[in-house]
């Protein structure tokens, strides 16, 4: 903050000690604004995108001078970023502060040692940045902190009385994901508050349904204070069951994820996790015609299969081979196979849930060596042993005449049409509990029934996640030997939640979501400045550069962060820049406001309007009308 400095032009600003302001005080809760002139920070605007810029984050952020890729995925912040960054930060700060939370600053740098016992390693995979160290050690650059806190913890906390704890901190996370994208929207280093609770129960005070509860308003309070537009929806169910997790989820047409809602019950839960309501189902309809096989070399997919054979992808089932990792109710398991409708989608979790197993997508060569056609795969390879067959309902519908179905033949290049349930897979098998279910296994559609109001349909909308709240359980602890004395003197393991914001992706969501052709539109909490002025004359000794200097004095000690647009730049220029940075308030002063005691007030908001005169002396109660 340059309060009385002189500026790279020449002219002094008004120092802050002569504007009437509330006396400074240590503990004061008004804070001054700060004063900055174009011409001495970096705002290098541009007409043009980057090439590779698709999102309007993307494109608006690089054209208004916020960021500037230096490598996929990986980004400067500049000036302009870093005060959006700062002020996102702060909000979290203050929440997680009243929340309860306090903060620390964990090293980027993890020894891989500590994924060994979590097997993260293996879990992450390629998403793991590692490098060696002069000494021969591998180090991964941690893309959240679990297993650091665990360890930090583990070594900190002996005694049950210590807990409950929430410990959070605002840190670069490194992922390198398989396709940055979108700019900030998914880099491959990027910010994040990741907070993590510890508990000895689940239940009642001091237990991680209460941090959990806590945690979600928290939520709520930051992206309500950032001026996000948001829901918050029921996500994939974490290791202890129940509604054990939430993601926030900007509401923005060009986001990644898909949100599912009930208008009538107001549940509202992301694609993966998203349950459908009752459909109905029958095995035993009689076949359309004989079986019939296909020849279909070459063809790559389901859609290619279904204009070869001239048949609707939802007149043709789709089955997808699965490893079990572990049976949980010790049946012997080795595979489970679901099958949907060929223009539904499989749904992993549901697949876990409905089969009570943990599983994985069956790598090829197994599959092929357990005699699975993979790409050719009909619901009869069930039949096989140690494996279940889940069916989707509408897979499996009750047809008024008898439903005509194309699916794999078991046998490379080769198709099947008049499949049948009842004749082809067999009565013995469809009527065995162990061997058959219907279940609900596929991602919900808009137009699904609601699985919480009879007769309602669900509805889609595009999401971009902002945050994430998890019940972890004892996944971390026990995995990592972190246990500690209960009350009755028992070791237990450590019960713990975590708790994620994409701190630099919720600046792109914002950009995504609050838009116009001419640039950023930042809601007031979180823009870079709360207002920019723009003097017609710039010359260090003009009434108008004087006024501005006057004003911006104002304003700070108000508490407003203004930018001065002191370039010597044509209006024209300055006004598109002005728009295009998105700062929320602009002031410009020329000649004919000046006659008036004026200057010409604007809302980047209002598009249409020409903006107004407001006297000079009232210019800061109207822009205090407006926060
Ligand atoms: P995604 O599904 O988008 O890959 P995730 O579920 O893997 O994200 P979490 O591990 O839940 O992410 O991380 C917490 C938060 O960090 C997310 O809610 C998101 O806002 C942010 N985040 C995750 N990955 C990235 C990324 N590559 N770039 C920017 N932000 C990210
Ligand atoms: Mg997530």
Redesign the pocket.
């Known amino acids: 903050m340059w309060g009385g400095r002189s500026g790279g032009r020449g002219y002094t600003l008004r120092p802050m000690s002569t504007v009437t302001a509330a006396k400074p005080s240590p503990i004061s809760t008004v804070r001054k604004g700060v004063i900055q002139s174009w011409s001495r920070t970096l705002i290098p605007t541009a007409k043009e995108a980057p090439s590779d810029a698709e999102s309007p984050s993307h494109k608006l952020l690089t054209r208004g001078g916020y960021i500037r890729r230096v490598t996929a995925?990986v980004y400067d912040y500049l000036p302009l970023a870093w005060r959006v960054l700062t002020k996102i930060s702060n909000i979290v700060r203050e929440e997680m502060d009243a929340a309860g939370a306090s903060e620390l600053f964990m090293p980027v740098l993890v020894p891989i040692e500590f994924y060994a016992g979590t097997k993260r390693d293996e879990a992450y995979g390629d998403l793991l940045f590692k490098l060696t160290d002069r000494k021969g050690m591998v180090n991964a650059l941690g893309?959240?902190h679990e297993e650091t806190i665990t360890e930090l913890t583990k070594a900190g906390v002996a005694s049950y009385k210590q807990l409950p704890l929430n410990l959070y901190q605002i840190q670069t996370?490194f992922?390198d994901?398989a396709r940055?994208r979108a700019g900030?929207?998914?880099?491959?280093e990027?910010i994040?508050k990741?907070a993590y609770s510890f508990h000895m129960g689940v239940e009642g005070p001091g237990g991680l349904n209460e941090a959990y509860d806590a945690m979600y308003r928290a939520y709520v309070n930051i992206f309500t204070r950032c001026g996000l537009s948001f829901t918050a929806v029921e996500a994939e169910s974490g290791p202890i069951g129940g509604s054990a997790s939430h993601?926030?989820m900007v509401n923005c047409e060009s986001g990644?994820?898909t949100v599912l809602t009930c208008p009538a019950s107001g549940y509202a839960a992301n694609v993966e996790k998203c349950e459908i309501g009752p459909r109905p189902s029958d095995l035993h309809a009689a076949p359309a015609g004989d079986l019939q096989e296909v020849h279909t070399p070459g063809l790559p997919g389901i859609d290619q299969v279904g204009e070869f054979m001239k048949v609707k992808t939802r007149n043709m089932l789709k089955t997808i081979v699965f490893r079990v990792v572990e049976d949980r109710q010790g049946r012997g398991l080795r595979w489970v196979l679901a099958t949907v409708r060929g223009d539904h989608d499989v749904n992993e979790g549901k697949v876990k849930a409905a089969s009570g197993c943990t599983v994985e997508l069956a790598p090829e060569k197994d599959a092929h060596a357990a005699g699975f056609a993979i790409g050719y795969v009909s619901p009869r390879a069930a039949k096989h042993h140690h494996t279940l067959l889940l069916i989707d309902p509408d897979a499996c519908p009750p047809a008024e005449k008898p439903p005509f179905w194309v699916t794999g033949s078991d046998r490379k290049d080769h198709h099947v049409k008049y499949f049948n349930w009842k004749r082809d897979v067999g009565e013995a098998m469809l009527n065995d509990p162990a061997k058959v279910k219907v279940a609900d296994v596929r991602n919900a559609l808009a137009g699904d029934p609601s699985p919480r109001s009879p007769g309602a349909k669900l509805e889609a909308r595009r999401g971009i996640?902002?945050?994430?709240i998890?019940k972890l359980g004892t996944k971390y602890s026990e995995a990592m030997g972190f246990s500690i004395l209960n009350e009755k003197q028992e070791r237990q393991p450590v019960i713990m939640g975590c708790y994620?914001?994409?701190v630099?992706?919720?600046m792109a969501a914002c950009v995504e979501m609050s838009h116009d052709e001419n640039g950023i539109v930042w809601p007031l909490p979180i823009a870079p400045y709360h207002v920019v002025i723009t003097p017609m004359k710039v010359e260090p000794t003009s009434e108008a550069m004087r006024v501005a200097c006057e004003l911006s004095g104002r304003l700070a000690a108000a508490g407003f962060d203004v930018l001065i647009d002191d370039r010597d730049e044509r209006p024209g220029v300055r006004f598109k820049d002005a728009d295009l940075i998105g700062v929320p308030i602009r002031l410009t002063i020329g000649d004919k406001s000046l006659a008036e005691q004026s200057v010409e007030f604007k809302l980047r908001s209002d598009t249409q309007g020409k903006g107004e005169m407001v006297k000079i002396d009232s210019v800061v109660s109207r822009c205090l009308g407006t926060a």
């Open positions: 995925g893309p959240t996370k992922r994901e940055p900030l929207l998914r880099g491959r990027f994040m990741d993601e926030f990644e994820d996640e902002v945050g994430h998890f994620g914001i994409g630099s992706r919720v």
